[in-house]
């Protein structure tokens, strides 16, 4: 027994010194490594083949957006290795930038041979530049333009130059005040004998009407201060120097003219501005205002002839209005029907319903229309379903009795119905004629040229006079009528635009005759 505890001390002793000889057990290596991130620089321990991106979380530092590290997260580190967290950020800016406006200068027969005038006053444009700016650690890396937007166009500076009229003087009854450029001129007696009438450079000819005498002018300004779109001004063109008054009206859009019999009392619609397209709310309202030469006017908002309200169906954009020949009432039109307003009382009744045109874009079409010369029957524009049909036809709508009689097929949507003056047949009654502007692509009629056409107040009889076959067609317009006849014969004439050019048609025989060579008039009132 005792010889067997002697061997296992032995055992044991010697399991002991072979265990004291064996190599130490290895532990595992460590790097040392540096992150800066922030403004500060952060020292890590980091067990050895660890990646940058085990280094951001072991510093609890994380990365947005367009932030990164350098070297890359995936990045194997060594030891000493250093780290770089680069934040980034990117900021929007909007800068205005002026644009300058152009200066055109263009020869004109309207003044005298080498005089020189201003049509039209210069206006800058704006520019909106949208700009990019990328900061790496606070310091600016890039700023580049991304976008810009036309806030408003500039407007060019027109200077006119005389030259020798190329046309031979036509003698006209009354006085045809037309619109060149953005100023008012008039011809009296021939159309050689042309008069500035004002030059202010401003006139947007959304309004340009002569009172029923031909003594005084009605017309709207271009605004230039804060929201206002425009004015409405009257100017009396009989006296030298020429009277102008401001009405104290803002942002009439669609409709203003002349009480009938007076120059001296005035009717109006007004919109409000909007910063969205079309740039205008309409009121669809209706006011009345008096005034005096001394600048006197009346209070117009105390009592309006027709109060605001939504207008029906696209009723955002407006209607327009036109009087009877006996003043007494006015015939509306707007994008979803045609009717009658009694001025009297403001009282409104329909009487041709329209299919509203669905345009898909930011305009709406309202049909043109005109009163008959003896005051019993308005001819206009009809519209049928479906919304998007491109149908238009020329109406006659009985205010007698009787359903709406279609005149003239595919028309198209600008047909723009005029009446001549009234005239007096061999048994007493009054005769007119009808003029209006047929679409050369009737199915196309938004973009389509157009011809002037001329017919009996019953549709018959309709011939088709300018331009001649061939030839460029004329824009959509409101045509007008001679208040007299030109010759011995009795043949009233039509003065249209023509590529900027004003061209009287006779409405008889078709003959036409250019008149003005300049290019830049825009709209006629001839009383």
């Known amino acids: 027994m005792r010889l067997y505890h002697r061997r296992l001390s032995a055992f044991f002793t010697l399991m002991l010194m072979v265990a004291g000889c064996s190599s130490p057990q290895a532990t595992q290596a460590v790097i040392q490594v540096s992150i800066a991130a922030d403004g500060r620089n952060i020292p890590l321990q980091l067990p050895a083949g660890s990646t940058a991106q085990q280094a951001l979380e072991a510093a609890k530092i994380s990365l947005a957006g367009q932030d990164r590290v350098e070297p890359p997260s995936y990045t194997l580190l060594t030891d000493g290795a250093a ?126 009407s002569l009172s029923a005498d031909g003594k005084w002018l009605l017309y709207t300004r271009r605004a230039d201060q804060g929201e206002t779109i425009n004015a409405l001004w009257a100017a009396d063109i009989s006296v030298n120097p020429i009277k102008e008054i401001d009405l104290k009206v803002s942002n009439v859009i669609h409709f203003a003219d002349w009480i009938p019999g007076s120059s001296s009392k005035v009717v109006f619609s007004t919109v409000e501005p909007r910063s969205s397209p079309p740039g205008w ?98 001819y206009t524009v009809s519209h049928d379903p479906p919304e998007d049909s491109q149908l238009f036809d020329l109406t006659a709508i009985p205010l007698t009795g009787g359903d709406p009689i279609r005149l003239s097929e595919e028309t198209g949507m600008f047909a723009y119905p005029s009446v001549s003056p009234a005239q007096s047949g061999p048994s007493g009654e009054l005769s007119y004629q009808v003029a209006y502007l047929r679409a050369t692509f009737p199915r196309q009629s938004e973009s389509s040229p157009y011809r002037l056409v001329v017919m009996d107040r019953d549709g018959s009889n309709q011939n088709i006079l300018f331009p001649p076959q061939g030839e460029p067609g004329l824009e959509p317009q409101q045509i007008n009528w001679s208040p007299a006849p030109l010759n011995k014969g009795g043949s009233f004439s039509i003065a249209v635009l023509h590529q900027g050019n004003i061209w009287l048609v006779n409405a008889a025989s078709g003959e036409a005759q250019q008149v003005t060579g300049d290019g830049l008039t825009k709209k006629i009132t001839w009383r």
Do not use: C
């Not at 049509?119 to 890039?142: A, D, F, M």
């Not at 060019?156 to 001129?185: D, H, K, Q």
């Not at 009744?349 to 930011?362: A, Y």
């Open 281 to 378: 709310q309409a009121n669809n309202d209706l006011y009345a205002l008096s005034f005096s030469p001394s600048g006197w006017i009346s209070n117009w908002r105390v009592k309006p002839v027709v109060e605001a309200n939504s207008g029906g169906v696209y009723g955002w954009w407006g209607m327009s209005f036109i009087w009877s020949p006996d003043g007494r009432r006015l015939a509306y039109a707007r994008p979803d029907s045609v009717g009658l307003l009694e001025f009297k009382d403001g009282s409104m009744s329909t009487t041709l319903t329209v299919t509203p045109l669905l345009t898909g874009e930011d305009w709406a079409w309202v049909p043109g229309v005109a009163w008959g010369a003896d005051g019993n029957v308005l």
């Open 83 to 208: 780290l770089r967290v680069v934040r980034v950020h990117e900021e929007f800016t909007i800068e205005e930038e002026v644009i300058p406006f152009e200066r055109q200068v263009l020869q004109s027969e309207s003044l005298a041979d080498q005089q020189r005038l201003l049509v039209q006053n210069g206006v800058n444009g704006l520019k909106e530049i949208t700009y990019r700016r990328v900061y790496e650690n606070g310091v600016e890396l890039s700023n580049n333009p991304v976008k810009a937007v036309v806030v408003q166009e500039a407007i060019p500076e027109i200077i006119m130059v005389g030259v020798r009229a190329p046309f031979s003087p036509v003698t006209i009854p009354g006085r045809l005040v037309y619109l060149l450029g953005s100023n008012a001129w008039m011809m009296e007696g021939n159309t050689a004998n042309r008069k500035a009438l004002i030059n202010s450079g401003d006139l947007d000819g959304r309004v340009f």
